[in-house]
């Protein structure tokens, strides 16, 4: 089975800069999809950004376009979240996921998170003003 390691959390103020690393360390068999979710207390968790590993085509949610890239390493399998212009709405938990198929569906669907069945443990990022 897949496990993730996720690195790269951290505070920063608003403006600031991080970068949040997702990396398979066992099989990585049925991760064509990997995304990058995020979840504050009481509320949903919900996708920011997505990416399919063969194609290396990418999603993102509307409220990080522009500031967020997800990509991944030429010679390994880590993906990537690189984000710029933090604001405190940033602030949460962020967590790894892969899965084989439907990438971009959980961008819009929320319920589209049901199939997936490999998370990483989720690293902080929080954002102060």
């Known amino acids: 089975q897949v496990q993730l390691d996720e690195s790269g959390g951290g505070s920063v103020q608003v403006g600031g800069s991080l970068r949040l690393a997702c990396t398979p360390s066992?099989?990585?068999?049925?991760?064509?999809?990997v995304a990058w979710f995020r979840q504050v207390p009481g509320k949903e968790r919900e996708a920011v950004a997505t990416?399919?590993?063969?194609?290396?085509?990418?999603g993102y949610a509307d409220s990080v376009k522009g500031r967020f890239t997800i990509s991944q390493a030429a010679t390994n399998n880590t993906v990537f979240l690189q984000m710029n212009n933090l604001i405190p709405e940033d602030t949460a938990m962020y967590y790894c996921?892969?899965?084989?198929?439907?990438?971009?569906?959980?961008?819009?669907?929320?319920?589209?998170?049901?199939?997936?069945?490999?998370w990483g443990q989720g690293t902080q990022v929080t954002v102060s003003s």
């Open positions: 996921a892969a899965w084989s198929a439907g990438c971009s569906a959980v961008l819009t669907d929320r319920s589209a998170q049901q199939i997936i069945r490999t």
């Open positions: 066992r099989n990585t068999a049925n991760t064509n999809c």
């Open positions: 990416i399919y590993t063969p194609s290396g085509n990418t």
